[in-house]
């Protein structure tokens, strides 16, 4: 499936910015046998005064701009023709969950996507004996590592609210999860200590979501969304797979990727700093256009 993907996100300022550098993941990647980013052009106004392009290790296609004044509004915009490839896994091809760690022990390369980066704790993501208890009460060691997957991502879909007032984007993953709320980082961060806590690796994935309106009504602009999801390794033989525990659903066409990394300090679409003064506001606006 080919789409177009228009993305803006917009701040503004009380008082004008004198300096600023910003670190981007905006831009969607290209990973083979999943997604091809045809084109794609990501610009920043005002013009930056320094500019970086650069993949990082994880894959992911990284912008650094720089300022010296900006002034009241700082804007960032995403033009891209993506093909999305990646369909459901039609077998489930991964082992049992018992022969999973000799899997990982044959793998002897530490590549990007090695599933031993994907293991243990990371900066945001730590298993807790309550979430691993969780993870272990829903499974089995006869249980496949894809079904083990899927279990787990029903459950957080069922045990947890979606409240996109009750977190923030600092919200450390084991309050959501006493509270059993929050939003799509938080469901994926949960997911994600649940599964390595029982031993699949699992990363965290930003992108771009396409979404559709309520039956009898037209299309927004702009109303699509940024998003967040889990990648979990089931084996050498079914790979990495992507699932969507906000949604409760194995990751298909409507999931634009843009970045891979262990947690959201890994991908965080928009990072740096600024000199200004007094409040600030930003705005979001996504599309996602499916061409056919």
């Known amino acids: 499936m080919l789409y177009d993907i228009d993305a803006s996100i917009a701040y503004s300022y009380q008082q004008p910015s004198a300096l600023g550098r910003t670190v981007l993941r905006l831009l969607p990647a290209s990973v083979p046998g999943v997604q091809r980013l045809v084109a794609g052009t990501l610009v920043a106004e005002p013009a930056a005064d320094e500019r970086t392009d650069r993949v990082d290790f994880f894959g992911n296609h ?34 049992a969950l018992a022969a999973l760690p000799a899997e990982i022990r044959a793998w002897h390369d530490l590549c ?11 900066d945001r993501v730590r298993p807790t004996p309550e979430m691993t208890a969780f993870a272990a009460d829903l499974v089995t060691p006869e249980m496949t590592v894809f079904a083990a997957v899927q279990a787990l991502g029903r459950a957080l879909f069922d045990e947890m609210r979606f409240d996109a007032t009750a977190t923030t984007v600092d919200t450390d993953p084991v309050e959501a999860f006493a509270a059993r709320h929050g939003v799509c980082q938080d469901f994926s961060h949960i997911m994600i200590a649940c599964l390595r806590g029982i031993g699949i690796p699992a990363a965290y994935v930003s992108g771009y979501l396409r ?58 679409p928009v990072k740096g700093v600024l000199r200004t003064a007094g409040r600030q506001a930003s705005h979001h606006g996504v599309d996602v256009i499916p061409l056919g």
């Open 112 to 122: 990007h996507d090695a599933p031993h980066h994907f293991l243990g704790p990371s």
């Open 62 to 95: 990284v912008t650094e701009i720089a300022w010296r004044g900006t002034g009241r509004e700082t804007r960032f915009r995403v033009q891209a023709r993506v093909e999305r490839i990646a369909r459901p896994p039609e077998l489930d091809l991964s082992p």
């Open 211 to 268: 979404t559709l309106p309520p039956p009898g009504q037209e299309r927004l602009a702009g109303a699509d969304a940024m998003h967040a999801w889990v990648r979990a390794w089931c084996g050498t033989d079914l790979g990495w797979v992507e699932f969507d525990p906000t949604n409760d659903l194995v990751v298909a066409g409507d999931h634009i990727l843009v970045a891979v990394g262990r947690d959201y300090s890994d991908v965080a």
